[in-house]
């Protein structure tokens, strides 16, 4: 089992919950197929590759969704069986991409990966999407960190 707790105020992380369960919902609702089958000319090849994509993106988010669903989740304290942590981590990397393809879009590379962001000229909804972009990111650098 690895166990740890997140470096960030249960009252922070408890507001940022909704934001979480929405990126979480839109990161699947909104997914592309960005691995497109080689062959496109035979159909029931392109079902089977499809199907396969979606099969294991079900399992990471599932993973993934053990953590959320934890009821010491909201309290900072992430638990997850360890054959569950790749799967978990591929979820973490879907979700990050997503915000940063949606909520943090006006936002540089350099600024998101740096850390430097000035926050007092961001509108909230960029606020937000932040400490949640930076929130999943110690989740996935702890799982890292524990394999």
């Not at 099969?55 to 992430?78: C, H, Q, W």
């Not at 350099?110 to 930076?134: C, D, I, M, P």
């Not at 990111?137 to 799982?143: V, Y």
Request: charged content about 30%.
């Amino acid at each position: 089992m690895i166990e740890f707790q997140l470096n960030v105020d249960a009252r922070l992380l408890q507001s940022l919950l909704p934001e979480i369960e929405k990126t979480f919902a839109q990161s699947y609702k909104n997914k592309r197929h960005l691995f497109k089958c080689p062959i496109t000319d035979d159909e029931d090849l392109i079902h089977a590759w499809e199907q396969g994509l979606a099969d294991d993106s079900l399992e990471d988010r599932l993973a993934l969704a053990k953590i959320f669903k934890s009821p010491k989740f909201k309290y900072g304290y992430v638990e997850l069986e360890e054959s569950d942590a790749e799967a978990a981590l591929r979820s973490l990397t879907e979700l990050r991409l997503s915000l940063r393809e949606n909520a943090l879009s006006e936002v540089r590379d350099s600024e998101l990966e740096s850390g430097n962001l000035s926050l007092s000229r961001r509108q909230s909804s960029v606020k937000v999407a932040y400490f949640t972009y930076l929130i999943l990111a110690e989740i996935q650098e702890s799982l890292l960190a524990s394999e």
